[in-house]
């Protein structure tokens, strides 16, 4: 049974020690212009938030942007970090983010078939992934789509939304917790159209309609890099974000925790 649920998001690792390529190291050093690239305080960072959720959880979501720039290195490291926490892979959600997919369109899907394969079963496939546990049933999403690294946005997959509605007109789902895991935030419009273009997310509409049609539904998601609770049902929030692993100090890891209240998370 699901209580308590972890999220981290935007953890960011990055590995330098077997990246060769000219467009790896050109799009590391773009994306990260604005943090120092050091390869093992960021691995910390994770391994601390990993430790500190460990026992303090029954199921954690990593809302993407797992890596720097998605390359082979990084989710290899990643899933080092991951197996060595011994948290079981039954208990984890992975989605991937903008910076998973920056150097290979195809890079998550390789992760999932290589690195993270032991993870795969809970993590964001192509057309969506439905993962019940109890009286909680997860839905991992990929929100990113192939573009050059200097944009960030995304797009939700209507065979994705479609595939969830359809699981939860099931009548086993009507008392369900449900919990849709994804990097980008439903919802949020940039008054400035380029900045939309450069960093918004597109086709979220079924999604946020999606918010009203079940009673317990709810998004956690990542890449804004700050705590967000917002979009309000029956007087409580369900749209959760989570602030960057990649910017914890070290040693301080800064988890979201949600507890359960009649089937709604509560922020803990
Ligand atoms: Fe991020
Ligand atoms: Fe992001």
Redo the contacts with the bound molecule.
């Keep these: 049974m699901v209580h308590r649920i972890a999220h981290l998001s935007?953890v960011h690792l990055v590995e330098t020690r077997k990246t060769t390529g000219i467009l790896t190291r050109l799009a590391q050093t773009t994306v990260s212009y604005d943090r120092p690239i050091e390869v093992e305080p960021r691995r910390q960072k994770l391994r601390a938030a990993l430790a500190h959720v460990k026992d303090r959880a029954d199921h954690v979501v990593v809302s993407?942007?797992l890596t720097e720039v998605g390359s082979e290195a990084e989710y290899e490291s990643f899933a080092e970090i991951l197996h060595d926490s011994g948290i079981s892979p039954d208990t984890v959600t992975l989605v991937p983010?903008?910076?998973d997919v920056y150097v290979d369109a195809a890079g998550w899907k390789k992760a999932c078939e290589g690195p993270l394969s032991a993870f795969r079963g809970g993590a964001a496939g192509e057309h969506g992934r439905v993962v019940e546990r109890g009286s909680v049933v997860f839905f991992p999403m990929d929100s990113t789509r192939d573009q050059f690294f200097l944009r960030?946005g995304g797009a939700v997959a209507i065979e994705a939304v479609t595939r969830i509605m359809d699981t939860l007109r099931g009548a086993s789902m009507r008392h369900k917790t449900v919990v849709v895991a994804m990097?980008?935030p439903p919802g949020l419009r940039s008054k400035n159209p380029v900045w939309q273009w450069f960093d918004g997310l597109v086709g979220c509409g079924k999604l946020l309609e999606l918010l009203g049609l079940h009673p317990r539904v709810h998004v956690l998601h990542?890449?804004r890099h700050t705590l967000l609770d917002r979009i309000a049902i029956a007087g409580k929030n369900r749209v959760f974000g989570a602030t960057a692993t990649v910017d914890d100090a070290v040693g301080a890891p800064r988890v979201r925790f949600y507890g359960l209240d009649d089937g709604v998370l509560v922020p803990a």
């Design positions: 935007d993407g942007d983010g903008n910076h960030s990097h980008h990542g890449h």
